[in-house]
Structures are given as C-alpha cells and as structure tokens.
C-alpha cells in the first residue's frame, strides 16, 4: 500500500520561499507522475505540476516563473519550492500520485 | 487551458436520493477524467478514474460515464457518508484542470 507523508513549513512571510517535500512508502516510486496541487482555504483545487522519477516535469503556466519540483530517488522522495510568496498562496498544500494523496500541509503566508 | 465546467455547485438531497453531478470540458478530452471526493479538512480521495472506471475499494453506488466533452457522476442511492465536496480533473492536456466543485448538502 503507497503511503504519502509529507512536511514542510507552514508559517511563512511574503517574499519568502516556500518549501515542501514529500515521501512515498511502498511502491513503485518509478509508477507515477508525481504532484503538487493547492487548495485555499474555502476554495476550490488548484494543479501546480508534476514530476516523474527520471525527474522530468510539467508545470503550471499560472505559477511557472515561480515553482520548481525536484525528485530524490535514492529516497523516494519529491519536493516543492515555490518563491517569492504572498498572501494569495496562502492554502493547503497536497502532494499526490495516481490515487494516492498526501495528509496535506497548511502553509499560511503573512507579515 | 481545458476549462471544466462542473454543476451544479451545490446541491441538496436526502439519504436514498440519486444524484448527478456533469463537468464539461471546454475541448474533447477522449476519456482522460477523474472524480474525486473531498470532506472537509481532508485530501481528496479519488472514486473515478478513466471516466468511468470504478477506484478500488469505492463502492457501486458511485458510476461515471462520459467521453469527449460531457461527463457524469452518479451515486445511485446517496448514503450519509457521501455528504462532500466532489470535484472532476482533467488529465488529457497541461495544466491539469479542476472543475469547481459540487457541494453535496444534506436536505
């Protein structure tokens, strides 16, 4: 059974980078496109991208200049960076494969 | 980008009702969508995907159907458990799209 448990920051001030990693338990790490989506808080879902094993990646264009998605396989891991935050991306952040999703990590930016 | 209208946003029904939910899609996607559930101060958990391919472990009482540009989930026989906020997601173009979500209330 794939597990997702990921970590990160959740308090952060505007103009700083938000960073966010997530591990895959059980598996095939190899399997999927792995992603990043978003959620602010009383809204609806938002798709950031995606990156495979052989670190290959699809980004938002909405978030492109901003976003970048790593993969460390020797750890079966992923991560998000997302730089020069505002209030507006403030939400919950969920990493996600096929159909197995992250716990979700609030990130919440303000000064 | 793909849009995906999805309606209604919200909806009120009674436990034993049979409720749809369409998301269209502003260009043909052939069969590239997925539903999901989503209660609250939870992740999304994924019922439907292909369209209308059930999600291991969902029950029957969820089906999709649907290609091209018109697609429908339908619980048969709504239980108390399916109260949530379900959303489609396309994965037929980039940037993957959600629709804006149902609201399913409980009457």
């Known amino acids: 059974q794939v597990q997702l448990q990921q970590w990160g920051a959740g308090l952060l001030k505007p103009s700083e980078t938000l960073s966010l990693t997530c591990a895959v338990y059980g598996g095939s790490f190899g399997g999927y496109y792995w992603t990043w989506i978003r959620q602010p808080p009383g809204k609806g879902l938002e798709w950031i991208g995606e990156?495979?094993?052989?670190?290959?990646?699809n980004y938002n264009p909405s978030l492109k200049s901003r976003v970048t998605i790593s993969v460390d396989t020797s750890k079966n891991q992923f991560s998000l960076r997302l730089s020069s935050v505002t209030a507006a991306d403030t939400a919950v952040y969920f990493c996600?494969?096929?159909?197995?999703w992250g716990q979700g990590t609030l990130v919440t930016v303000s000064s | 980008d793909i849009q995906m209208t999805q309606s209604p946003s919200s909806l009120s029904a009674s436990v034993g009702d049979r409720v749809t939910i369409t998301c269209r899609a502003s260009?043909?996607?052939?069969?590239?969508l997925g539903w999901y559930q989503q209660k609250p101060g939870k992740a999304p958990k994924r019922l439907i995907y292909a369209a209308s391919s059930l999600q291991s472990g969902v029950p029957s009482r969820f089906s999709g159907s649907g290609s091209g540009t018109e697609f429908t989930l339908t619980i048969s026989s709504l239980q108390p458990e399916d109260f949530a906020t379900y959303y489609c997601?396309?994965?037929?173009?980039?940037?993957?799209?959600f629709g804006q979500g149902t609201k399913v209330e409980i009457k």
């Open positions: 996600a494969g096929g159909e197995y």
């Open positions: 997601l396309q994965h037929n173009s980039y940037p993957r799209t």
């Open positions: 990156i495979n094993h052989s670190g290959s990646t």
């Open positions: 260009q043909d996607i052939r069969n590239d």
